[in-house]
């Protein structure tokens, strides 16, 4: 599987993104897929998750009521929609697709071996 993430840019606070994770393998629908992101000199950090069928999602603290996780499976597209952007927002995210198929997604970095090349978001004060 390889992925594409894109939607990123520069906005003030308050605004909102919606990035999009396009897939290129038609077994995409079988992984579930993460959203992770790392600000310059920090660790890449877990953001949102979602299950394979979409029944499942999981999101960090930090997020959790600002950003919700999508996927298409149709369109073997995964997204997220970030509200209520805050400068602490601010990183290079990127999306990621589970080791296996058919399994739970996991917050854990070291679970997801594919990844996309990461699209920087940018919140101003």
């Known amino acids: 599987v390889q992925l594409q993430a894109s939607g990123g840019g520069m906005v003030q606070a308050g605004a909102s993104l919606r990035l999009s994770c396009a897939a290129s393998?038609?077994?995409?629908?079988?992984?579930?897929m993460g959203w992770f992101r790392q600000a310059p000199g920090k660790e890449r950090e877990f953001v949102a998750a979602?299950?394979?069928?979409?029944?499942?999602?999981w999101y960090a603290d930090s997020v959790k009521g600002r950003f919700t996780i999508s996927r298409d499976n149709a369109k073997n597209t995964v997204y997220l929609q970030m509200n209520s952007l805050i400068p602490g927002d601010t990183a290079v995210y990127y999306c990621?697709?589970?080791?296996?198929?058919?399994?739970?997604?996991?917050?854990?970095?070291?679970?997801?071996?594919?990844w996309g090349q990461g699209t920087l978001v940018t919140v101003s004060s």
């Open positions: 990621a697709a589970l080791r296996s198929s058919y399994r739970v997604a996991s917050s854990a970095t070291s679970d997801y071996d594919k």
């Open positions: 393998a038609r077994t995409f629908s079988t992984y579930s």
């Open positions: 979602i299950s394979w069928h979409g029944g499942s999602t």
